[in-house]
């Protein structure tokens, strides 16, 4: 019989709609009785580290997490599911991506609908996380997460919808696999792998959004902030209005690196464009270009990285990989 260990973390899915419309939690999180919920013979153990909206979300719960994690597979746990919010569980999964090691299948979940909704969406999520923890094949693909049928990577899922039950998808490339009546099915693999060993998660990376006519007085009023690095979503390739390069370059020789992605939904940030404030002057700056990360990912990414190391050029390789 095998052993699943499910945490669950809070968000939709552990809330309920009152009589007046508010989703909140209650006292009793809707999935700790999974009784009638799977027709096969599985060991399911269940523990709840915190139930937090996952706006709540810090990178301290996320690190608390993957403990727990971590000890749920030393107690002989040969797959693990965790349900969480959406609204950041893309960044919770890409953080356990980045700092576990681990060939036991790991698996992210959640909801669109509370489970008294209509057409509550959790409890089918679950069971198709709970299948794919399952598969063997799933144990040396990286932290996943499963939502309507589909399976994809951290790095790559992205929600993108506020409330369709269809909202994570991971553009341009897919989701890696499917789950069926008849089992689960993987159609494609990542190719590699970053791994962090952290100890503690300290450090600060503020994330900001380019626009048109955006000019140094967001840089100067951070300049008050301790910060240990910046990420950017650039305007298209990886380009910024004029009046913000000398503040970008005042952060550059302070030490402070600066991670540039696109602001764009497909497509990676490059160094194409020769004019003030074009990529190619960015890059010869010594910003960072990331490659194909979203915002709040190169954010993850690189909070992790300043915990291991400083050096200019071995950051530079952990985003262009």
């Known amino acids: 019989m095998r052993k699943i260990h499910i945490i669950h973390t809070g968000g939709t899915i552990s809330m309920e709609e009152d009589q007046r419309g508010a989703v909140k939690p209650g006292d009793k999180h809707p999935l700790s009785d999974l009784s009638g919920l799977f027709d096969i013979e599985i060991d399911v153990q269940i523990s709840e580290i915190f139930r937090l909206p996952s706006p709540h979300v810090t990178l301290a719960h996320m690190r ?4 727990g994690i971590e000890e749920a597979i030393q107690n002989g746990a040969e797959g693990v599911v965790v349900t969480h919010g959406t609204d950041t569980l893309e960044e919770t999964a890409y953080f356990l991506d980045l700092v576990l090691q681990q060939n036991v299948p790991i698996v992210l979940t959640g909801a669109m609908r509370s489970n008294n909704e209509l057409g509550a969406d959790g409890p089918h999520n679950l069971f198709s996380a709970v299948e794919v923890a399952l ?10 997460v499963v939502m309507n049928d589909e399976i994809h990577t951290a790095a790559n899922v992205t929600k993108t919808h506020t409330s369709n039950v269809a909202t994570f998808q991971s553009p341009q490339y897919g989701p890696i696999g499917i789950v069926t009546k008849r089992g689960v099915n993987f159609h494609h693999a990542p190719t590699s792998h970053d791994h962090f060993p ?4 300290k450090k600060n990376v503020i994330l900001l959004k380019a626009y048109a006519g955006m000019d140094e007085q967001i840089f100067q009023a951070l300049s008050s902030l301790k910060i240990d690095g910046l990420v950017i979503e650039a305007l298209g390739q990886g380009n910024m209005p004029p009046q913000t390069v000398p503040q970008l370059q005042k952060y550059i020789e302070k030490g402070i690196p600066i991670v540039l992605v696109s602001r764009c939904f497909n497509g990676i940030a490059q160094d194409v464009y020769g004019y003030e404030g074009g990529g190619r002057m960015l890059k010869e700056l ?3 270009f990331s490659n194909g990360l979203n915002g709040q990912k190169a954010r993850i990414k690189l909070a992790l990285a300043l915990e291991t190391t400083s050096n200019h050029e ?5 985003f262009t990989q």
């Open 135 to 144: 598969c063997k094949e799933a144990g040396d693909k990286g932290v996943l």
């Open 314 to 318: 071995v950051l530079s390789q952990y």
């Open 198 to 201: 952290i100890t503690e998660t």
């Open 286 to 288: 010594g910003i960072i």
């Open 64 to 67: 608390q997490l993957a403990q």
